[in-house]
Structures are given as C-alpha cells and as structure tokens.
C-alpha cells in the first residue's frame, strides 16, 4: 500500500498499486461513537452512480469532501453514515493504519453497479448489490439508515396475509 496523503490530521489516502484502488485509512485511533467526518453533497443526482450515496428515499449524493468517496464498503465496517446528521460515525474502536469502510446495503436499496466483495472477513457477503437484495434478519445485524429500515418495513407489509388481523 502506498500512501498518497494525508486528507486531514487523522485521515490519510492510500492506493494499492496491484489494483489502483484508493482507500483511506486513520493515522490516529478514533474512537467508538465518535465522529469519524462530517459530510454534505457536492452535487444531487437524478439515479445513483457507483460513486452516489443515497440519503433518503429518493435522494442520492456525491460526497463533498471529495476524499470520502473513497470510502470502500466492507461486509465488516467501522463506521456508519448518519442520513439525519450528515456525519460518518466510528462503529468502533479504529485502531491506526486501519482502512475505514462502511457497509454499503446500510444506505444503498438498488445499486447502480454490483460488485464482488473481497473484504475477507469472516462473514463476507460476496456479492453486493443493495440491501434489497439482503435478507432481513441478515440486514438487521448493521447498523442501517432510516429509509433503508422503511423500505424493508414496507416490504414486511406488503408480505402480509390479505386477510384482517386477529384483534382479540
Ligand atoms: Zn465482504
């Protein structure tokens, strides 16, 4: 890995010079529930791209500083974005020379482009393509977005038996 520099006093960019793929790693420890960077949107797009986030049902943004679109998703992340307070925010204890990934189903319903995960945790999911495609109870173990959580909810109703509920 190489590193090409530091995006800020605790953040720095690297590039795997096999793949060419950037990431970002901490060169500090941060801690579990802190702020790992605030957000905003550099520019809305109409459908997500392969470098969007999605933010809300219908919303979809490329991320401003630009240095967090390298943000890579991990089946094992540690950190998650919070929609509301347009923060990433440490899932756990990061410990220095970590890279910082997030889990991509936890924002994205349908995404533009699937890929094939290789983040080699234990419990890697292979291919990702949007939590619309995650089993429920699977989603439930990360930490997801207020409306990836409506989505799946609206999903649960429309599974629902047409007949009434018992009452009594
Ligand atoms: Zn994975």
Redesign the pocket.
Known sequence: MIKLSDVTGKIALYIDPNTGQKHLRATCRHTSGSLFHEFSSSEDVEEPTYLSLQIDHNRHIHLKPDFLQYLN????PNVYVDVKRHEFICLRDIEVNEEITFFYPSTEWAMEQVFD?????A????E?KGAMHLDRELLARYKCTPHILEKLHGQAEEQLPVNEPDTH
Request: charged share 20%.
């Open positions: 998703h991990s089946c094992d995960c290789k983040c080699r945790s419990n890697c999911l292979g990702i």
